[in-house]
């Protein structure tokens, strides 16, 4: 399998921007503070993330999939310590 430069920097971008979200889950699960967060912000990310995940799987686009896949986990592992801890 031949990846061309496209897929390429769809993989170098879909890494980049799903490891941005690790500090904040790594910052909420060691504190346990979501005082700061917002809520709809999270909720209409989350959904957004879903409908991404959605649009990759039907467009068999592997470094959307891949990327939303693991942020949607990320993210929504956010809002449910947000929903659950305030």
Excluded: E
């Excluded at 503070?33 to 989350?46: G, I, K, N, Q, W």
């Excluded at 957004?48 to 949607?72: E, F, K, Q, R, S």
């Amino acid at each position: 399998m031949t990846l061309n430069l496209v897929t390429v920097i769809g993989f170098i971008a879909s890494i980049l921007t799903t490891a941005s979200f690790v500090p904040q889950v790594w910052k909420v699960l060691k504190t346990k503070a979501t005082r700061d967060l917002s809520l709809p912000m999270y909720l209409s990310f989350v959904l957004g993330v879903a409908c991404w995940l959605a649009y990759g799987i039907l467009n068999h686009d592997a470094p959307v999939i891949v990327a939303n896949a693991i942020t949607l986990i990320l993210a929504g592992s956010v809002l449910v310590m947000k929903i659950r801890l305030d």
